[in-house]
């Protein structure tokens, strides 16, 4: 959905009218209004002690718990 309008520019306030459902994810990027139609799904648990790494970062390496402390 893009809502592209010559002179209208979105706002987050924009953001309280549209419908809301589990579905649909809405984003405003310089004024413009984007929304994508998703359905959510769970790929993994992670827990304190687990390591995340990315394959854009070779060596990186991080604990969840540093971003989830207990």
């Not at 924009?14 to 589990?22: I, S």
């Not at 984007?34 to 604990?63: N, R, Y």
Request: one cysteine or more; hydrophobic letters at 45%; charged letters at 20%.
């Amino acid at each position: 959905m893009n809502q592209a309008i010559e002179g209208v520019r979105w706002t987050i306030h924009d953001l309280e009218v549209l419908p809301e459902n589990e579905w649909t994810r809405y984003e405003i990027i310089n004024g413009e209004l984007f929304g994508e139609k998703a359905q959510l799904v769970l790929v993994a648990t992670l827990l304190g002690d687990d390591q995340i790494t990315s394959p854009l970062l070779p060596g990186f390496c991080c604990s969840i718990g540093l971003f989830f402390p207990e």
